[in-house]
């Protein structure tokens, strides 16, 4: 069935009809389509434009094909242009003529919107729901693996922090994430529908109604830019993009701390594989697939960018193209979120190996420029100083804490023996506001 064949005497080229169908892809959307037109037939039958008995007969229909959809009967397959010929067409099927009379006052331009925007808020709060589980996992990781580690600048040696400190980094990321993500559907909360092809209708219609049937908070404005807004899938996509990222660059960083050089942690076989020559590997490729995934999505946000950059109003089929993207990078994004929440939760953070690497790098140096600025050395001076410590440190193979104190003293006149057990690695994180990073900050 064609929803448009009466200007037309020749059939579609087979190659067009392939070029043009989209309902490989946008299938996943029946679910919302059946839900946009029982609200929009609702309405129509409040407005006079269908009577009780035509709105009831056509309710009927779509939810027995919900049903059937659902439970397996009804198969989303055949030779059709896209869901919304679909389900007409199995409408027609099943309760005959008065089907025709489901697209009055509609236009596919503000159905495809309605229930794309319906589709983003249904997977969107499951997307919020695993972030906040691998917030949790991460803060759990944290607080059972409070050991001492080295910090990184440049990826060198520079301060003393804690495992746990450096996971709580990501937590805040992610955080800042669903904020994101929230701020996106506050956004897009206004439905589309009833705004028609790209001018509205002459028919008395209630938008107000369709629009509060279907849980936004109220109807778009303008037709024109109801029909042509896709800036939520633009925003979603940024938002999905900044997580990737922040999945990409925890990734990276367990990927280096397994590693046989660092072996801060042992990731579990179960996220690990092996390789067909080299009996001895095991490689993150969990992680490594995740680093990976993140050009998909940045490439789905590029590709939404550009299909929509210089499109004249209202709407154009190059927006059907918005749609496989999308989807891609829904999936790629919820299991990523997910594969990253088993990651962690099952490698083991190894304590000794992390203690063991907090002496080599010098990394409570800047703590010995504390020391001798609170004993009145100006703070370039009290960096010179150190320098050279470091220097001499490294000729002769020690730490700056195993250095007497004749040693010391022999570099500035200010250093004591309470130097000790201010440099100590154990005592640093409990001065001035390091403190915070032991504290559980929310
Ligand atoms: N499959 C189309 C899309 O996703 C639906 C809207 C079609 N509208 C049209 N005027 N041909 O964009």
């Not at 309902?23 to 407005?47: C, E, N, P």
């Not at 594989?273 to 490439?299: A, C, F, H, W």
């Not at 499109?311 to 594969?339: G, H, R």
């Not at 005592?427 to 900050?441: D, Q, R, S, W």
Request: proline residues 2%; contains cysteine; aromatic residues 8%.
């Amino acid at each position: 069935m064609k929803l448009w064949g009466g200007r037309f005497n020749k059939d579609t080229n087979e190659l067009m009809k392939r070029f043009n169908n989209s309902f490989y892809v946008d299938k996943r959307l029946y679910k919302q389509d059946i839900r946009g037109s029982i609200a929009h037939v609702k309405m129509l039958g409040r407005v006079n434009i269908l009577r009780k008995d035509e709105v009831d007969k056509i309710i009927n229909g779509l939810e027995e094909i919900m049903m059937e959809i659902e439970d397996g009967r009804l198969k989303l397959e055949g030779d059709f242009e896209d869901i919304h010929s679909f389900v007409e067409s199995k409408l027609l099927e099943r309760i005959g003529d008065v089907a025709k009379k489901l697209h009055t006052s509609r236009s596919r331009n503000d159905q495809v919107a309605v229930d794309m925007k319906m589709f983003v808020k249904d997977e969107i709060s499951a997307v919020i729901s695993k972030i906040d589980v691998l917030i949790e996992c991460l803060k759990k990781k944290g607080k059972e693996n409070e050991y001492l580690m080295p910090g990184f600048t440049h990826l060198q040696p520079a301060q003393v922090i804690t495992f746990r400190y450096h996971l709580m980094a990501y937590v805040e990321m992610l955080k800042r994430d669903k904020k994101r993500l929230l701020n996106a559907l506050s956004l897009l909360d206004e439905s589309p529908l009833g705004s028609c092809a790209l001018a509205g209708t002459t028919n008395d219609i209630d938008r107000d109604f369709t629009s509060n049937e279907l849980g936004f908070r109220c109807p778009t404005k303008n037709y024109l830019d109801s029909v042509s807004d896709r800036d939520y899938l633009i925003e979603i996509l940024s938002a999905f993009s900044i997580i990737m990222m922040h999945l990409s660059r925890l990734s990276e960083e367990i990927i280096i701390w397994c590693t046989p050089q660092f072996r801060f942690v042992t990731l579990s076989d179960e996220y690990s594989t092996g390789s067909s020559l080299m009996p001895q590997k095991k490689n993150p490729d969990s992680l490594e697939l995740i680093r990976g995934k993140t050009g998909r999505v940045y490439g789905s946000l590029i590709n939404i960018l550009t299909i929509l950059k210089a499109l004249p109003l209202a709407y154009n089929k190059d927006m059907q193209e918005d749609k496989e993207c999308f989807f891609d990078s829904l999936d790629t994004v919820n299991i990523c979120i997910e594969v990253m929440i088993g990651v962690v939760e099952t490698m083991k953070v190894n304590k000794e190996e992390m203690l063991k690497s907090i002496d080599k790098g010098y990394i409570n140096a800047t703590e010995v420029t504390d020391y001798l600025v609170k004993k009145g050395v100006p703070f370039r001076d009290a960096h010179e100083i150190v320098g050279r410590i470091v220097l001499y440190c490294e000729e002769k193979g020690r730490a700056i804490e195993k250095l007497d104190l004749d040693e010391l003293k022999s570099f500035s006149e200010k250093i004591e023996e309470d130097l000790y057990e201010y440099i100590d690695y154990s005592n640093i994180l409990k001065k001035g506001n390091k403190k915070y990073i032991l504290m559980e900050v929310e």
